[in-house]
């Protein structure tokens, strides 16, 4: 993605992003998806895909439209890529669990890391492995530069920060001292800087003033040793997350300080969190609490740090939690294999579709006028109607003149769906008809038996039901 294209791609979120004024508080589980072993998650720019981490050392994505199970990275046994081709024949490698998932920013590449000390960078479309750079120690954090897909932030365990490319010889350039060390790294101001959250709870600013070439700029040291960050996306706000179970907001402005802290006391101690987010135009700051079967998610506002509810869910604890780029969900992924949708319980308003729609609580006699429902001719007559402008959400606009632009956006947004032509396998026995005159489609591994607790859905559901969680805002001095 060339400079021109990210900055009008930059441009439509902003337009997006200005339309919503604040977030909507969550308040009940939506709907859940199924993605066994799934430790970490990472929604893609706009919210469309969604990138699992398995145990397996794949990543599993999904369509967040349809909820539905796309394919996985790398492509599994028997299975086509997108783009069409063979299946390919699945190689005994020696992998671990999937560490962390960044998306490029065209969303066509995905970098994930495991145990091991690899950093891999996959092609989404065909599944193929597009780069490989080997580090000296376990990546702990990784981020992608936001406007070029062959950059990368790297933290490694043994506290050292590098900038690494991801294509030819994979060229490494450290950013901190020797005697620093850094438990995790964001982009801002559009990948011209980079902040090093150290242990000591210094963040160091570092500007890139040349083509691998770095020197130090701002810093702010904090009370507290820190243990993980997060940048909003419009990168004016950093959430600190830090040992003493605080979370504080720093304010990425020309002062450069420390905003307002969040906490909870439960008993005579502050509760521990497993992670933190803040929602996609700031107005609240997510906590989840680390526990191993309880499901607690505390939710303040970030402008007065009130707490203003508290979210109980199924007895699952949390592993991972993010909010969607446009929308006002909340995705917590557990350790259950579960990753559950939260979003706002809304009322159903009929009269929302029809201004002149008036509900009534009981029935009311009309009376109608004499040639109300008459014949009137009027029907075939044509009236002109003003021009209007019909607003298209695909990345084109309307200038001046008049004339429709298209935006030069080489972004995937979605994944691109193969239709394959439906084949009569004589080798298949039929399937048994049910009780209701229909035919039981045969499970996924192949099974025609037709057993309800061996069938799986289209979107990677297995038919468990929906486990409604339990609203709670009590206690929130």
């Known amino acids: ?257 420390v905003g307002r802290e969040c906490s909870k006391i439960r008993g005579k101690k502050k509760v521990p969190w497993k992670c933190a987010c803040l929602s996609s135009c700031n107005t609240y700051v997510l906590a989840a609490a680390n526990s191993a079967s309880e499901q607690h998610i505390y939710v303040w506002n970030r402008k007065n740090g009130t707490l203003e509810a508290v979210l109980e869910g199924p007895h699952e604890g949390v592993e991972d939690m993010l909010w969607h780029p446009e929308k006002d969900i909340l995705l917590t992924v557990c350790n259950s294999g579960y990753s559950y949708i939260w979003a706002k319980a809304y009322v159903e308003n009929w009269s929302a579709f029809a201004p002149d729609f008036q509900e009534l609580s009981h029935n009311v006699e009309y009376v109608e006028r004499e040639d109300e429902f008459d014949l009137n001719g009027r029907e075939d007559e044509e009236e002109e109607k003003p021009a209007t402008i019909e607003e298209v959400d695909d990345g084109t606009w309307i200038d001046i003149e008049g004339g429709v632009q298209k935006a030069q956006d080489d972004y995937l947004h979605y994944l691109p769906v193969e239709i394959e032509a439906e084949v009569e396998d004589k080798s298949v026995a039929p399937a048994k008809p049910t009780l209701e005159g229909g035919a039981r489609q045969p499970a996924a591994n192949g099974d025609a038996s037709g057993k309800l607790e061996d069938s799986v859905l289209a979107n990677g559901d297995t038919g468990k039901r929906k486990k409604k969680p339990r609203t709670s805002d009590t206690d929130f001095k």
């Open 1 to 257: 993605m060339d400079a021109s294209a990210s900055a009008c791609f930059g441009r439509a979120r902003a337009m997006r992003a200005s339309e919503r004024v604040q977030d909507a508080c969550p308040e009940t589980i939506e709907e859940y998806l199924e993605c066994p072993g799934a430790r970490v998650a990472q929604f893609n720019r706009c919210g469309t895909l969604l990138a699992f981490g398995g145990c397996d050392g794949r990543c599993f994505l999904w369509d967040f439209v349809t909820r539905g199970r796309v394919k996985s990275i790398p492509t599994e046994e028997g299975e086509a890529p997108v783009g069409g081709g063979e299946a390919v024949e699945d190689e005994e490698e020696d992998v671990g669990d999937v560490q962390g998932i960044e998306w490029s920013c065209d969303g066509r590449t995905l970098l994930c890391w495991d145990g091991t000390a690899i950093l891999k960078l996959w092609n989404v479309l065909d599944g193929e492995e597009e780069a490989q750079v080997v580090m000296k120690n376990l990546p702990v954090r990784a981020k992608m530069h936001p406007e070029n897909q062959r950059k990368c932030l790297v933290c490694l365990a043994d506290g050292k920060a590098m900038a690494v490319e991801l294509q030819g010889n994979g060229t490494k350039t450290e950013l901190c001292d020797a005697g620093k060390q850094v438990v995790d790294l964001v982009y801002t101001n559009r990948g011209k800087a980079v902040l090093l959250a150290c242990k000591d709870g210094q963040l160091q600013e570092v500007i890139e003033v040349g083509e691998g070439q770095f020197e130090n700029g701002r810093h702010l040291q904090l009370v507290a040793s820190i243990r993980k960050v997060s940048l909003s996306l419009d990168e004016k706000v950093l959430l600190v997350h830090c040992e003493d179970e605080v979370l504080r907001l720093v304010n990425l402005n020309e002062v450069f300080n």
